[in-house]
């Protein structure tokens, strides 16, 4: 769905302003134009991500639904704060995630260890164009701040990297140049395909894209270091001596895998995007009301684009409570430092809060 499509969805209901001043609308009390008004609350956001997520040239397509992600968090905090004073006011939402999984896998590396921790700030002005005892209508102007932190950790499987060595110093005591290499590189990414290939669990880059490419520069450097020897042992047609080359090559090569493949790869990206919106809100009766918020962002300064509209119902509890369940969709286009972070997150949304 268009972002313009969207925004006309989420005001729609402002058409009702029109028309209706005679009708009489029981409302909570207005603040006083000269008074503050304050309200906290806490949101809770259950969203699925979808998009191209990458590093250098290694991108991922990543389909990650609501049910994957709860299973993955380790800890979550999220609050929204305002002030209205008159026809100003200005907002702040703060959200902070922290997810995390782990997947075995049978190549060289026995697991990989995944860490995400994503934070992200919005903080935003106001003033109110129209207000009546329907509701009201704001135009906003404001940034957001996006912080997202990637760890990759390694795990070498010992056994594997012994067998993968032996196999590696068989290939270059009988084969050479175009065809070693074409040997080396065939073993190495299959057995460290889940680096490249696998489905992300979560929506992170392929840290670990480039390893296999490492780990091939390191051991043809390690064979190209050791051939002349192990060929001068093949011809002197001694089996000890055949042996011995081969086993000095072997662990040579196990030991190169093993440093390499004990690792940890991180990075962090952060970027502001600036944005201009409108939010609204529409009063059904004293207790139940419509509101809706949408902005467009990025420009350039941070993201290409980034763009969100949400829509909720919201029911006055008490004079002071309020609780509003809606749904929420957020694209962010960022393609900056060789991070691609083009995905749309979207889902239902509940928030509770007061007003004092």
Known sequence: ?????????????????????????????????????????????????????????????VNVNVDKIIHRIDMTASFRGEVQKGRWGAQADFLYMSLSDGIGTDGLVSKLDFRMDQTATDFGVSYRLIEGPRGWVDVRGGFRYTNIFQRL????????????????????????GRALRNAVGQLVDAKLAALAGRAPTLPEGPLGGRVPEAVRTLIEARIDARKAELAAAIASNLQPRIDAAKAKLTKEIAKVLADKLDARYSRTDDWFDPYVGLRARYNFCEKFYFLAKADIGGFGVGSDLTWQASAAIGCQLSRNMFAEAGYRFLAVDYQQNGFTYDVRSQGAEVTLGITF
């Open 1 to 61: 769905m268009k972002p313009t499509h969207l925004l006309t969805l989420a005001f729609a209901p402002l058409s009702a302003f029109a028309g209706e001043s005679d009708k009489k609308v029981v409302t909570p009390p207005a603040p006083a134009p000269d008074s503050w008004e304050y309200k906290l609350a806490m949101p809770g956001w259950l969203a699925g991500i979808k998009g191209d997520v990458g590093i250098g040239n290694q991108v991922s397509w």
């Open 153 to 176: 950790t390694l795990h070498p499987d010992e056994d594997a990297i012994e067998d993968a060595s032996g196999r590696l110093v068989d290939a270059a005591a009988t084969l050479a």
